[in-house]
């Protein structure tokens, strides 16, 4: 059943076929740009969250959600296409892998929608008794050249602990090592950051020592992991009061 959270978007899980066309609709003109379907094998495991405008009943926003029981599942991953995650093989509690997450570039108000997201991740997280969320967090483009400030802040204290760090298994990677910048543009390194992976940064989260270049969305990403339990206690109160 939808929820209303706001006065202009409801925030439910996809329930139909016609649901999930119109979240890869929405993922292809995010991710690929036109008219399509981005899809994968992935998609009919997964559970998919969707945000909607409630007046003119359009899809604004959407991610998906693996579920896993244990580490040992790990390997079910879309994350393990490309990062060697045998660390992660070893964590004993669920953990949710979230992918495709997109908002509409004509949205005016996406951080609103964030939260928003990111309030029914929290009630999924609660109910589902979900240990570590994770993913790989894309950047617009190829080029590392643009993020080369970012990477420097999230070399700099951002790496995961070694126990679950990922390994590398991608042939075209860029480790954050490779280059010790000392002329770092904090500021644009924040602002070339993508929002998600601000918001798993503040809530404690770290991320691979290096970023794929995936040719197929045309896109370099990094994965980012958080345990739930080392989400500070007032960013989880911001995020349960968002689905009120």
């Keep these: 059943m939808a929820k209303m959270?706001?006065?202009?978007y409801r925030v439910r899980f996809a329930e139909t076929k016609a649901d999930l066309l119109s979240a890869q609709a929405l993922r292809h003109r995010c991710f690929r740009g036109g008219e399509g379907f981005d899809r994968d094998a992935h998609d009919e495991v997964c559970?998919?969250?969707?945000?909607?405008?409630?007046?003119?009943?359009e899809l604004v926003a959407c991610l998906r959600i693996l579920p896993l029981s244990h580490g040992e599942e790990i390997g079910k991953s879309y994350s393990a296409l490309f990062y060697d995650l045998k660390p992660l093989s070893e964590y004993g509690a669920p953990l949710a892998?979230?992918?495709r997450f997109c908002i509409s570039p004509s949205l005016k108000d996406g951080a609103d929608v964030l939260r928003l997201l990111w309030g029914e991740l929290t009630r999924y997280v609660d109910e589902q008794g979900i240990g570590m969320l994770f993913g790989c967090v894309s950047f617009q483009g190829t080029d590392v050249e643009d993020y080369l400030d970012t990477f420097d802040l999230l070399r700099d204290g951002r790496i995961a602990p070694r126990r679950w760090r990922p390994l590398i298994k991608s042939q075209d990677v860029f480790r954050f090592s490779d280059r010790?910048?000392?002329?770092?543009?904090r500021k644009r390194g924040l602002r070339m950051m993508p929002p998600l992976l601000r918001t798993y940064l503040a809530m404690g989260g770290w991320v691979s020592d290096h970023a794929v270049v995936d040719e197929d969305l045309g896109t370099l990403h990094v994965f980012t992991g958080v345990e739930i339990s080392s989400v500070p206690q007032k960013r989880a109160q911001m995020l349960r009061a968002a689905q009120e």
């Excluded at 959270?5 to 202009?8: E, G, L, N, S, T």
């Excluded at 559970?47 to 009943?57: A, D, G, S, W």
């Excluded at 010790?180 to 543009?185: A, C, F, I, L, V």
């Design 5 to 8: 959270c706001a006065p202009r």
């Design 47 to 57: 559970r998919h969250i969707l945000i909607e405008h409630r007046l003119r009943k």
């Design 180 to 185: 010790d910048r000392k002329d770092t543009d």
């Design 97 to 99: 892998e979230i992918g």
